[in-house]
């Protein structure tokens, strides 16, 4: 099995309520930041992302808040289902070369 | 969609091995990217590229090496395998500008003996 999950903070949720992720991040240039989720055994897939210029971006039963005075980025899944058990984490980018800093990421279990 | 796809998903080689990762992508992509993911230590940049024939290390660029010949094609390379170097190596692909957005491949899980 997958191991990518082990040693992380681990959110555990009852199947139909919702879930908040949270990342605090670095540096204070950044000026997007993107989400993403990672199912057990495959890569990380794309769920949203955010610019600077926004608080708030939403997307099908996920939405993204970013507070900059604090340095915080948030994922709030609604309806949460088991299909939705992964590793999540956060991503930074200051815009120089492209680069992405990653977040350890949150495991996200969801009972039945 | 965007589609990054690795040669294998499932890589078992004996130490002091030459190993070849490769990685395509089929958007056009300019940027491309090598990662290894291990537990508790999260996503580790090994090596990226912008343009063909250009490479750049990242973090943990030892015991590595890149060939970006075609704009699709980014390929990883283990000189001499070691037992440390058994991990999940993970390949991104990204724009140059507009969205930084890194979309990855599903991984090859390398073991090495």
């Known amino acids: 099995g997958e191991s990518v999950g082990l040693h992380l903070p681990t959110l555990s949720v009852q199947e139909g309520d919702n879930s908040i992720i949270n990342c605090a991040y670095s540096?204070?240039?950044?000026?997007?930041f993107i989400w993403y989720k990672q199912e057990s055994g495959k890569g990380p897939q794309f769920i949203i992302d955010i610019r600077s210029n926004m608080d708030k971006r939403q997307g099908q039963r996920v939405t993204v808040l970013l507070n900059k005075t604090v340095k915080h980025l948030s994922l709030q899944i609604a309806a949460t289902q088991p299909g939705d058990s992964a590793v999540y984490f956060c991503?930074?980018?200051?815009?120089?070369?492209?680069?992405?800093?990653f977040g350890k990421g949150t495991k996200l279990s969801v009972k039945p | 969609d965007v589609k990054v796809t690795q040669s294998s998903r499932y890589l078992v080689k004996r130490t002091g091995e030459k190993v070849f990762l490769e990685c395509v992508q089929d958007?056009?992509?300019?940027?491309m990217f090598w990662y290894r993911q291990d537990p508790g230590l999260g996503l580790r940049l090994i090596y990226f590229s912008y343009d063909v024939k250009m490479k750049e290390k990242g973090d943990i660029p030892e015991g590595y090496s890149v060939s970006r010949e075609k704009k699709e094609r980014f390929s990883l390379i283990l000189e001499s395998a070691s037992t440390n170097q058994t991990s999940m190596y993970l390949c991104?692909?990204?724009?140059?500008?507009?969205?930084?957005?890194?979309?990855f491949g599903p991984g090859t899980r390398l073991t090495v003996l």
């Open positions: 540096n204070s240039a950044s000026d997007y």
């Open positions: 958007m056009d992509h300019e940027n």
């Open positions: 991503a930074e980018s200051d815009g120089s070369q492209g680069n992405l800093i």
């Open positions: 991104a692909s990204s724009r140059t500008s507009g969205s930084y957005t890194q979309y």
